[in-house]
């Protein structure tokens, strides 16, 4: 049977495609194709054409992730593929675009990136998965749709805090951790410190959450603010903003609630990442989106670079050298995990335990949150690896393990055929590494040996 690859690089309302061999060599010529219903019957046409001259074969689709300009032709390979040997997938941008990279292609046009498609396709055949039916498609678009509202809120709220700034900024010192609720409905009323201070106790105690005594004190300083903003324009801002933000989080809530109601047409993972106290449904669906199938990561630490959590030698602006978190993976993969460790931090003890036993030791507790979210994506990983539900026993034991196994003697696992030659002609920086490195191991020899000899005396007395 012969096999033959099909590259699609799907545009705004259109895509170009072209079909190699095995050699990679163009068997039909580059074509473009608009993405209506007159194209797409074109393009069924033209694969049902080609299984008609190249009988007893199969042919290898695939399209780049460019953000849903893919999703109507990816759609149609997956209705193709029920009347005709086709397999179809979804790349990876990144992939295709170092592999292009690597053939030392310079100008990329749509013809080019077609091509380039079905050349990776053909180089890189077992990092491909085909045939994957979306089940999580309706839920990712929600949980999309869910960051952006969430995204637009913060930007509300940022340029609120601006405007009260220069309208009242006495109240900023209740905002030095978000924005409460109690804030927002103040300022609807009283925008400014000019409306403040000629607010009566009696409305100002209506609003939940402000005591009497706090009204007081925001009254007294408002009768005395610095604030210079006094128009009707400013105010007129920030009860516009502020409704806006307001009618943000009633939308929010009411997307978050359609999207529990979806979680039941999908797996149970989701209802096994919530056994781990600190994830909820938004954020079990926003790891799963992201993850995907887990089994294409060989292990933890590989899904930890994926994150972007695994550490890297990095040097700081005041000059400091150290391994710190790379920040290699997605951004919005680092803002989930931030948030769920923090709620773990919070109400699961099996976290806090962790976290505290890290400040024990000296971190900071940016650096404890850190090793924190690499352990909870470790338990994501071994939860969805092992389709179970989380148990601080299972990892409890496996610590242990670890540990027992660390005091155990190791091969040395150098990569010097020879001794270090002070001859060599290395570099400055070089020769010091290699003189702290001689001597780090002397003193790990010289330990050793005190801590056999304490060893023995102990064998000798015991005696």
């Not at 509202?149 to 905002?175: F, M, P, T, W």
């Not at 400013?234 to 409704?243: C, D, E, F, L, P």
């Not at 003189?435 to 040996?449: F, G, I, P, R």
Request: glycine share 6%.
């Amino acid at each position: 049977m012969s096999h033959y690859y099909l590259g699609g690089d799907a545009s705004k309302g259109y895509a170009d495609f072209v079909i190699l061999d095995d050699n990679k060599q163009v068997v039909i010529e580059n074509f473009q194709l608009d993405d209506i219903h007159d194209g797409h019957c074109q393009l069924y046409d033209i694969i049902e054409l080609f299984f008609h001259n190249h009988l007893d074969c199969t042919l290898h689709a695939a399209v780049e992730s460019t953000g849903g300009y893919e999703n109507n032709w990816y759609r149609l390979f997956m209705d193709i593929s029920s009347c005709f040997d086709v397999k179809f997938a979804r790349l990876n941008p990144l992939g295709v675009s170092k592999n292009m990279e690597a053939g030392l292609k310079r100008n990329i046009t749509d013809k080019v990136s077609a091509q380039g498609i079905a050349e990776y396709l053909i180089t890189h055949a077992e990092k491909i998965s085909y045939q994957q039916r979306d089940l999580w498609a309706p839920l990712k678009e929600q949980w999309t749709y869910i960051a952006l509202l969430n995204k637009q809120k913060v930007q509300l709220l940022n340029r609120l805090e601006k405007e009260i700034y220069k309208a009242n900024l006495e109240l900023l010192c209740y905002c030095k951790r978000g924005t409460p609720r109690w804030i927002l409905k103040l300022v609807v009323q009283f925008p400014t410190a000019q409306h403040l201070a000629q607010a009566k106790l009696e409305q100002l105690v209506k609003i939940p959450y402000l005591s009497a005594g706090k009204a007081q004190t925001l009254v007294e300083r408002a009768q005395t603010s610095v604030s210079s903003a006094t128009t009707a324009e400013i105010a007129q801002r920030i009860t516009s903003i502020v409704k806006k933000i307001l009618e943000q989080e009633k939308e929010i809530a009411q997307q978050k609630k359609l999207l529990e109601k979806n979680v039941k047409i999908v797996p149970d993972k989701i209802q096994l990442l919530k056994t781990l106290k600190g994830i909820g449904t938004y954020s079990a669906v926003g790891l799963l989106i992201l993850i995907g199938d887990v089994n294409r990561f060989k292990d933890a630490k590989k899904l930890a670079c994926f994150f972007g959590l695994h550490p890297a030698w990095k040097k700081s602006g005041d000059g400091s050298w150290g391994y710190h978190m790379s920040k290699k993976g997605a951004l919005v993969a680092r803002q989930i995990l931030y948030m769920i460790t923090l709620s773990a931090i919070r109400w699961n003890p099996f976290i806090q335990e962790i976290y505290a036993s890290n400040l024990k030791k000296g971190m900071t507790k940016m650096a404890a949150i850190g090793v924190c979210m690499h352990k909870i994506l470790r338990i994501v990983y071994g939860i969805l690896k092992n389709n179970q539900a989380f148990d601080p026993a299972i990892d409890r034991r496996n610590r242990e393990k670890q540990q027992f196994n660390s005091k155990s003697l190791s091969q040395d696992r150098s990569r010097r055929f020879q001794a270090h030659d002070p001859h060599a002609p290395i570099s400055g920086r070089q020769a010091k590494k290699r003189k702290e490195q001689a001597q780090s191991q002397h003193e790990k020899l010289a330990t050793n040996d005190l801590k056999n000899s304490i060893l023995d005396l102990n064998l000798v007395n015991f005696n």
